[in-house]
């Protein structure tokens, strides 16, 4: 039995727990939840801490971004999926340092005690060094990001629906994605819909088929997780959707309104008003502070190497899950993959470990059950290998639909994601299109102390949400006029998308 804890100078939520062992969990994500949900009908207190009151569904954010679905519909908040459960409290903070000689967590500037910690903070984005080029380009990790991504795409299309200069709206009409994984084919595909099929009626200035999309990554092919064959598919639908593919390319510098993308060929510089950034993951920066007071493992990423019950050296009541920890003891010997299936069934797998501990029963033994992978490319086409069956097209839209929906928590949100998505089909529309959090529809918005967290990095503050685009413009009206004609630029044209001297 675990010692007397305070639980956060609170009564405990019910009386029968107040001696029972404390499970502190740092993160509202998928391993979060789902190991609070298997402690549902243990005898332990549970504290549920995490920066955000609600739990993301990430794999959906390119939807918020394009205007497909709103924050509502990808949001649920933790009190109403776990806040329920008679031995959960739920609290908003951040945990910013651990102490496991003394079991605690310094959590809001206080320390708390616990008996089991469960870290499952999730991931960021990287740079790769370049942490300037986040203001350039904003990365789709939190809801806030999206929403930005979604801005920036929506004031390109109204700044050229008022610009007479047709090279100008070309430029306004121009995105590049960096990151040729799933969530960069699936950005490149939705921002194609969006910007030449979904607004084909709503702007009268603008020609659809003017609009150009790139997809920069630095490997070969699409999808490089996925069968080569898969990938070709992947690369076919993009391209019937006007998206251009610049393989083997490494972006090398970034500035408001272009990028100098390295390729076997020599350099080739993108004039875009909007850039998007979906390459490079790394892990929650409390792995590494983990590792500083315990000495444990971390990888590249910065993800914590764990052990097969996911526990790290020396520790066995601090557990590591989700993004955030590096699981190798697979059948292939792979890293689990930071995908929402694998999050799910580590933490439910710790919960039920921590309770069989709690209960003195014997422990289970974790055996990842690997689904597949997916990623949808339009309104109707997905790619899909599950467990070796290879599906695309419309059935493989089917079956990415219908694993979404099963995965996204609530029936609120699976009908309103169903009714939303019927609808895109349907009309070619788009049902959440608000251009919001502009300085003259809010007081003191662009104000230099305007929180928003993209604020790292050099360039124009995402707290001012015109700024990124002026500086765009600014740089592409300066660079009209003084680059040479020698200077190798990527053909704007609809014939060709060749290097042009």
Not at 86 to 96: D, H, I, R
Not at 123 to 136: A, E
Not at 357 to 384: E, H
Not at 397 to 425: D, M
Request: aromatic share 6%.
């Amino acid at each position: 039995m675990a010692g007397d804890h305070f639980f956060l100078e609170l009564e405990p939520p019910e009386e029968q727990f107040r001696h029972s062992p404390h499970v502190v969990i740092v993160g509202g994500g998928f391993a979060g939840v789902h190991a609070c949900k298997a402690l549902a009908n243990s005898n332990v207190r549970i504290t549920l801490i995490d920066k955000r009151n609600f739990n993301l569904f990430q794999p959906l954010l390119y939807q918020v971004s394009t205007g497909l679905v709103s924050r509502g519909d990808v949001a649920t908040p933790l009190r109403e999926m776990v806040g329920v459960q008679k031995n959960v409290q739920v609290l908003l903070g951040e945990v910013t340092q651990v102490n496991p000689e003394g079991k605690q967590i310094i959590f809001n500037g206080k320390s708390y005690s616990y008996d089991h910690l469960v870290l499952a903070t999730g991931s960021g984005s990287t740079f790769f060094g370049h942490d300037k080029w986040r203001t350039f380009s904003p990365p789709m990790k939190i809801l806030e990001h999206a929403e930005e991504i979604r801005r920036r795409l929506l004031m390109a299309m109204e700044q050229a629906e008022q610009t007479p200069d047709q090279q100008a709206r070309q430029f306004l009409q121009t995105v590049v994605i960096v990151g040729g994984g799933p969530s960069g084919c699936e950005m490149a595909g939705a921002v194609s819909e969006l910007m030449r099929w979904a607004m084909k009626n709503s702007f009268k200035q603008l020609d659809p088929k003017k609009t150009r999309i790139v997809l920069v990554d630095p490997g070969d092919r699409l999808l490089r997780a996925m069968p080569e064959s898969l990938s070709e598919v992947a690369l076919k639908s993009l391209q019937n959707d006007g998206v251009e593919f610049l393989a083997k390319g490494r972006v090398q510098t970034m500035c408001p309104g272009e990028v100098i993308v390295g390729t076997p060929d020599g350099d080739v510089r993108i004039q875009a008003a909007t850039v998007i950034w979906t390459a490079g993951v790394r892990a929650s920066h409390l792995g590494k502070k983990l590792a500083d007071v315990t000495e444990c493992e971390v990888d590249r990423g910065g993800r914590v190497v764990v052990e097969p019950d996911f526990s790290i050296p020396g520790h066995p009541e601090i557990r590591v899950a989700g993004d955030l920890s590096s699981y190798s003891h697979t059948a292939n010997g792979k890293p689990l993959p930071g995908m929402a299936a694998p999050a799910k069934q580590a933490g439910t797998f710790i919960g039920k470990d921590i309770a069989a501990i709690v209960a003195n029963q014997s422990r289970p033994t974790f055996n990842y059950f690997d689904f597949g992978s997916m990623a949808v490319l339009d309104r109707d086409t997905a790619v899909a290998d599950l467990r070796g069956l290879k599906f695309s097209g419309k059935i493989g839209w089917l079956l990415w639909a219908f694993v979404h929906l099963v995965l996204i928590p609530g029936w609120e949100n699976r009908i309103t994601l169903s009714i939303k998505w019927i609808f895109a089909l349907l009309t070619q529309q788009r049902a959440s299109m608000l251009l919001t959090g502009m300085p003259s529809q809010h007081m003191a918005l662009d104000a230099a102390d305007a929180h928003f967290p993209m604020q790292a990095g050099e360039g124009p503050s995402i707290a001012s949400p015109g700024a990124a685009l002026k500086a765009a413009m600014a740089h592409y009206s300066h660079q009209l006029s003084g680059i040479p004609q020698t200077e190798e630029i990527i053909d704007t044209s609809e014939e060709t998308s060749t290097v042009a001297k």
